[in-house]
């Protein structure tokens, strides 16, 4: 069964408050991605992870890291979160190649107060 | 950077009518990028609904089509007759070289019975 799995599906944080956001997934999926989606501003690219402690910004990498230990998780930390940081987060998955679909999660609704 | 413009929505269109949705793309750090659309319908996740690697070549999934012009660096999405079951999400995306995939803003899409 190809499935990401994210966890928690809601998550409510105050500002200051250290985030942790999972990501699972079942496919063995080499690269793995973090996105954040708001209104009028569709899904920005945060972090993508090649491999196990392989990892990479993407657009919007400033106040977030990534930790990948093993192949099948992939975690988005938010140190002393942000209001501007309250956002639905997905997270997906990938074969790795260059045209390789994405395989995504249900997504986090974070709000940060 | 790498971007998509897509038609800003909503879009509201009846069934059976056709259906257009525009998508351009402006790529620098490659030459001719994948060419994705990627559909959410309603309480689930982003998935792939077609996707093109070769440019001058069409995809087609679920009744919709789209081209790949690198002329016009366009990519639109396109459906003869849609239903109500087509009312989504719909959002065009790129991906280069480096595995990243930069995503439009989305397009939400209504078709009344």
């Known amino acids: 069964d190809m499935k990401v799995t994210q966890m928690p599906r809601y998550l409510i944080k105050r500002m200051g408050e250290n985030v942790l956001l999972e990501c699972g997934q079942d496919?063995?999926?080499?690269?793995m991605y973090w996105y954040r989606q708001d209104p009028g501003l569709g899904l920005q690219l945060i972090y993508i992870?090649?491999?196990?402690?392989?990892?990479s910004e993407g657009d919007i990498p400033k106040g977030y890291r990534v930790s990948r230990k093993k192949r099948e998780h992939f975690s988005l930390i938010l140190d002393s979160a942000k209001t501007n940081q309250t956002s639905v987060y997905f997270c997906?998955?990938?074969?790795?190649?260059?045209?390789?679909?994405?395989?995504f999660g249900s997504g986090t609704r974070l709000t940060v107060l | 950077g790498d971007s998509v413009t897509q038609t800003e929505g909503p879009v509201t269109v009846s069934e059976s009518e056709s259906l257009i949705i525009n998508c351009t793309y402006s790529?620098?750090?490659?030459?001719?990028?994948?060419l994705f659309w990627y559909v959410r319908y309603p309480g689930e996740g982003l998935q792939l609904l077609l996707k093109?690697?070769?440019?001058?070549q069409k995809g087609s999934s679920r009744g919709f089509e789209a081209t790949y012009n690198k002329e016009t660096t366009s990519f639109h999405l396109q459906k003869a007759s849609v239903q109500e079951s087509d009312s989504a999400v719909y959002y065009c995306?790129?991906?280069?070289?480096?595995?990243?995939?930069?995503f439009g803003k989305g397009t939400h899409l209504h078709v009344l019975p």
């Open positions: 997906a998955s990938s074969l790795g190649g260059v045209a390789e679909t994405l395989y």
């Open positions: 496919m063995s999926h080499e690269t």
């Open positions: 992870s090649y491999d196990v402690d392989s990892n």
């Open positions: 790529a620098t750090s490659i030459a001719y990028p994948n």
């Open positions: 093109v690697i070769t440019a001058g």
């Open positions: 995306a790129l991906g280069d070289l480096a595995y990243k995939v930069i």
